[in-house]
């Protein structure tokens, strides 16, 4: 009799087993999918702040074309550093759970920006304008380059990485000089 019921334990223990098995599985896998789209709609939340910028770096242009003085200019500096730190930031958290390199490439484009924003911010007035008359054409350059990818893919994310590369090689050459 004791050989009989253990005969049925053994059954019914990998039973429980393989239960315990796929439940676990299929938490595993709710978890993934319900993080991947937490993180697809993180990215695809900040598009306003991607056409912030671009506004502001098209205003930036425009008080440079129009001989403005340069305390406005510093005010939207601060406003294409700020978005530009945003986007920055939430592109290196992305990449940092999906490992993925367009989102890496992102976050390099929104960091250069940032330096540059920030560096120019800190120029002495006379400094801030030459460079700004220097880069104005890349600026323009990227301005549209983002303009343009905001406008077809709508979401970053979507974005060809060769896309992407167009404007980090722009971007690289904020810094230089």
Not at 41 to 55: D, E
Not at 119 to 127: I, N, P, Y
């Amino acid at each position: 009799m004791k050989n009989n019921s253990r005969k049925q334990i053994i059954p019914t223990l990998l039973l429980i087993i393989a239960i315990l098995i796929g439940i676990i599985i299929y938490q595993n896998y709710r978890f993934i999918e319900e993080k991947n789209s937490i993180l697809k709609h993180i990215a695809s939340s900040f598009s306003s702040n991607l056409l912030q910028l671009c506004g502001n770096i098209d205003v930036l242009l425009y008080l440079l074309e129009h001989n403005a003085t340069v305390d406005p200019m510093r005010y939207v500096l601060e406003n294409i550093e700020c978005n530009s730190h945003v986007l920055s930031q939430i592109y290196s958290i992305l990449h940092h759970y999906t490992k993925e390199q367009k989102y890496w490439k992102w976050h390099l484009v929104f960091e250069e920006i940032n330096s540059f924003a920030m560096d120019l911010t800190t120029d002495e007035s006379k400094t801030l304008l030459k460079r700004l008359q220097e880069k104005a054409a890349l600026l323009e350059e990227i301005s549209t380059l983002l303009q343009k990818i905001a406008h077809n893919y709508r979401d970053l994310e979507l974005t060809p990485i060769e896309e992407i590369d167009k404007v980090l090689s722009k971007v690289d050459k904020l810094l230089t000089t």
